[in-house]
């Protein structure tokens, strides 16, 4: 396809955004939208949204700034306008970042962050990962040098670049006052820029605020199970997540496990939603070994242990500590086959994945992307990226992110040929200059 500079209109800069227009004039435009305007632009200016984006992450002259697309806007006056839209796949200048699969971090710790921040269009964090994995780890917060939560923030405001969102979870969701909760998400907005900005969103489902304090009391069990759950809770999240998009922001609504959960978090319009596949991996493949070994003895000690393992997994509320057997026994075999843990489609744990990329390429929110997260071991990552190269997915252009600790995505840069090899390398230049 021929593509065109706006250079090539040969228009006059609109006044009052000289300054601003020698950014964009290289920009190319295709045959049709050139054949479109030609002969009727007269001026090229920009938009008053793109002057807030250049003044806002103070830009190199010359530059626009990575996590913006830029838009033609047509005006009545026959003056041509560049929009900036915030778009995390750009790199600077709206070029595509290098490949269709976005990467984000699951940290913060911003010494870090800092080695990943060039190569990241997100980051998410909550307060596991915020307080757990960084104020009250010494091993990395050195020092104490960081003490509260925006400390925290605002040195990875600082270290990121424009190009990558930021993810920040509130810290109690339960709040019965939203006008807490939205003062709270316009604090995050002033301190990591309305640009960068998005308010993660946690599914509430079973847990309430009357009974969120079981959680952190005594067994640390709630009396109900996940299922047995009253509309105005199941529906709690994403009320607060829709909330939140009509007041402006993005939001990233989380703790998505099962495929069904998905189409109905949709409704509430987020920016991104969630693929967990760490732990319902793990489980799948518990549960599988109790009924293989069931199934291979007729032993039902083996179905006794799998009820335990229901209990202490919260797939069963204490009140079915002595839920029977053959329920049990059912039970596990149904998640399995819902699962599809038997074939090709869920038998490396990324059913979940595969549904929710189907529903994303369906659905009808052009913005919202899926973040695949909370991976561990060594075939989660390799399988998700084998998974991204199948022929059904290769038109998810960068609807899809992957996220995870920077330490498990280092893993995956280096293989031991890498070890062989320099040593080979250092040895034959030993001693030269």
């Known amino acids: 396809?021929?593509?065109?500079?706006?250079?090539?209109?040969?228009?006059?800069?609109?006044?009052?955004?000289?300054?601003?227009?020698?950014?964009?004039?290289?920009?190319?435009?295709?045959?049709?939208?050139?054949?479109?305007?030609?002969?009727?632009?007269?001026?090229?200016?920009?938009?008053?949204?793109?002057?807030?984006?250049?003044?806002?992450?103070?830009?190199p002259d010359g530059e626009t700034p990575a996590g913006f697309r830029r838009e033609l806007v047509m005006e009545n006056d026959r003056t041509l306008k560049v929009d900036l839209v915030r778009d995390i796949s750009c790199d600077k200048n709206g070029v595509p970042r290098p490949t269709n699969v976005l990467y984000s971090a699951d940290s913060a710790d911003p010494y870090e962050v800092a080695h990943v921040a060039p190569f990241i269009a997100n980051l998410t964090c909550n307060p596991g990962i915020i307080y757990d994995l960084f104020i009250n780890n010494p091993k990395a917060n050195v020092g104490n040098k960081f003490k509260t939560r925006d400390e925290v923030m605002k040195e990875i405001a600082s270290v990121l670049g424009p190009g990558c969102d930021i993810s920040v979870e509130l810290n109690n969701p339960f709040e019965e006052n939203f006008s807490v909760l939205l003062d709270e998400a316009e604090k995050f907005r002033e301190m990591l820029g309305k640009y960068r900005v998005v308010i993660k969103v946690p599914h509430?489902?079973?847990?309430?605020?009357?009974?969120?304090v079981k959680l952190m009391t005594g067994d640390t069990r709630l009396d109900a199970g996940f299922d047995e759950i009253k509309t105005v809770h199941a529906m709690r999240g994403h009320n607060l997540a829709l909330k939140l998009k009509e007041h402006g922001f993005r939001v990233n609504f989380t703790?998505?496990?099962?495929?069904?959960?998905?189409?109905?978090?949709?409704?509430?319009?987020?920016?991104?939603?969630?693929?967990?596949?760490?732990?319902r991996l793990v489980q799948s493949m518990k549960i599988k070994e109790f009924l293989a070994a069931y199934e291979a003895t007729g032993n039902r000690s083996y179905i006794e242990a799998l009820r335990i393992y229901f209990l202490n997994n919260d797939y069963l509320p204490p009140s079915k500590s002595e839920a029977d057997l053959a329920d049990v026994l059912r039970f596990g075999k149904d998640l399995l086959k819902y699962r599809r843990f038997d074939d090709n489609e869920g038998c490396d744990g990324l059913d979940s994945v595969r549904h929710n990329l189907r529903v994303i390429k369906n659905c009808n929110l052009e913005d919202t992307r899926l973040i695949i997260c909370s991976m561990d071991g060594p075939n989660n990552y390799p399988d998700i990226?084998?998974?991204?190269?199948?022929p059904?997915?290769?038109?998810?252009?960068?609807?899809?992110?992957?996220?995870?600790?920077?330490?498990?995505?280092?893993?995956f840069t280096a293989t031991n040929q890498v070890i062989s090899y320099q040593r080979r390398f250092m040895n034959a230049a030993k001693g030269q200059s």
């Open 204 to 212: 509430t489902g079973a847990v309430t605020p009357e009974n969120v």
């Open 385 to 390: 990226d084998k998974l991204l190269c199948e």
């Open 255 to 279: 703790l998505m496990f099962e495929p069904f959960q998905t189409q109905i978090a949709l409704q509430a319009r987020p920016y991104f939603i969630n693929s967990f596949v760490r732990h």
């Open 392 to 411: 059904e997915f290769q038109d998810m252009r960068n609807r899809v992110v992957i996220t995870a600790p920077p330490d498990y995505l280092a893993r």
């Open 1 to 59: 396809m021929l593509r065109f500079g706006l250079f090539s209109l040969a228009a006059q800069p609109a006044r009052g955004d000289e300054a601003h227009v020698s950014r964009i004039m290289d920009m190319e435009i295709g045959r049709e939208d050139y054949v479109a305007v030609r002969d009727i632009v007269k001026f090229i200016g920009v938009t008053d949204r793109f002057k807030d984006v250049i003044n806002d992450f103070k830009t």
